[in-house]
Each structure stands twice: as structure tokens, then as C-alpha cells.
């Protein structure tokens, strides 16, 4: 069993940065690709970055392309979501996860494809 625990998050006027934080403890010896995911009121969640074991594979939706950077440092078991040039439509809670896998270089952008969740964090973007 794997425990995810979220930090950063809050509020911020558009322009603005924020850094998401997701801590993993428990069963942390086998590999595990990361991503996150958020989820804006009355809307689905949906895949915002992801990166593999490895770190050196990420993938991003197109509406943070340039704005968002995913990273990770295993040995502190953590994953970052660095957010700059904040819009009000990134206004949504956000949710980290964790994938169990043989694949060092797998990234994954399904929510289905995922075995453990962060508790959520509130990311609230003012124009």
C-alpha cells in the first residue's frame, strides 16, 4: 500500500506560480509512474502532467504546455507540480497519483490507469 499526501495549493491572482508537492510512503520500493490530475467544479477530472520512473519522460495536456512542469526526486519519494503564468480556468482541485509498474520509461494520462490518490488540493486562480 502506497500513501500519497499533497501539499501547496491556495489562492493566486492570475500571472501568478504555485508548486503542488506529493509525498509518497508506504510500499515505495517498487517503481511507480506519477501524474496529476485536477478537477474543476461540475467538470470531469482530467490528466494534467504525468512523468515516468525514470524522469526523463513527461507528458503534459496541451492547455499547460509551456506553463507547467512536472518533476520528481525519488530519492525524497516526492513529485512536484510547478505551476507559473496561472489562468483563471486552472481553477480546480488537484489530485496526484501513482501508478505501480515494470516499465521505468511507462507515463500514463488515464486516471483508470492508476493504483493509488493524493488526498486533493484546492488551486484557486483570481483574475
Known amino acids: 500500500q502506497v500513501q500519497l499526501v499533497q501539499s501547496g495549493g491556495g489562492l493566486v491572482q492570475a500571472g501568478g506560480s504555485l508548486r503542488l508537492s506529493c509525498a509518497a510512503s508506504g510500499r515505495t520500493f517498487s517503481t511507480y509512474g506519477m501524474g496529476w490530475f485536477r478537477q474543476a467544479l461540475g467538470k470531469e477530472r482530467e490528466f494534467v502532467a504525468g512523468i515516468s520512473w525514470s524522469g526523463g519522460r513527461m507528458e503534459y495536456v496541451d492547455s499547460v504546455k509551456g506553463r507547467f512542469t512536472i518533476s520528481r526526486d525519488n530519492g525524497k519519494i516526492t513529485t512536484y507540480l510547478q505551476m507559473n503564468s496561472l489562468k483563471p480556468e486552472d481553477t480546480a482541485v488537484y489530485y496526484c497519483?501513482?501508478?505501480?509498474?515494470?516499465?521505468?520509461?511507462?507515463?500514463?494520462?488515464?486516471?483508470?490507469?492508476?493504483?493509488?490518490w493524493g488526498q486533493g488540493t484546492q488551486v484557486t486562480v483570481s483574475s
Open positions: 497519483a501513482a501508478r505501480r509498474t515494470g516499465n521505468i520509461y511507462g507515463v500514463y494520462v488515464n486516471a483508470v490507469e492508476y493504483d493509488y
